[in-house]
């Protein structure tokens, strides 16, 4: 992206490299839906400080849900760890490579956030700015 990491407008778009959720107080859930329209394997990258992320009863504090492996439906359960500061979730999307290698933040990748029904946050991933890799979207 040609804001060296900040975020830029792209076409009334603003698009970021990550997207941070406001703090996370209490035990939420976050409603996951994959969907891409490239031939590689895409992700989303998942990063708690502060608490943990339960999927299939694990608690992890940093996991990718990938198009080719995760369902195309997820929800996972944030749970604040209980100290005064909160939960902090960063997302964003990463690609494996045609060698298959993790990649991200670089091109043109970027996250944008956009309002959905009922105050969901809806996010697209995407690899350019007309290409969606990843949605997902967070319910109270």
Do not use: C
Not at 15 to 31: N, R, V
Not at 54 to 74: E, I, K, R
Not at 94 to 121: F, H, L, M, N, Y
């Amino acid at each position: 992206m040609a804001g060296q990491g900040a975020p830029i407008e792209v076409n009334g778009h603003l698009l970021q490299t990550m997207y941070e959720f406001g703090t996370i107080e209490k035990a939420a859930d976050l409603h996951i839906e994959l969907e891409t329209s490239s031939s590689r394997p895409q992700g989303l990258r998942l990063k708690a400080r502060g608490g943990q992320v339960v999927l299939n009863d694990q608690d992890l504090d940093d996991v990718v849900l990938w198009s080719d492996t995760a369902p195309p439906f997820v929800t996972a359960n944030l749970q604040p760890s209980g100290s005064s500061q909160g939960m902090n979730l960063r997302v964003w999307n990463v690609w494996r490579d045609k060698v298959g290698t993790t990649q991200a933040w670089i091109g043109d990748a970027a996250i944008r956030a956009e309002s959905g029904p009922d105050g969901a946050i809806v996010l697209v991933a995407v690899m350019d700015s007309s290409r969606r890799a990843s949605t997902t979207s967070q319910s109270g």
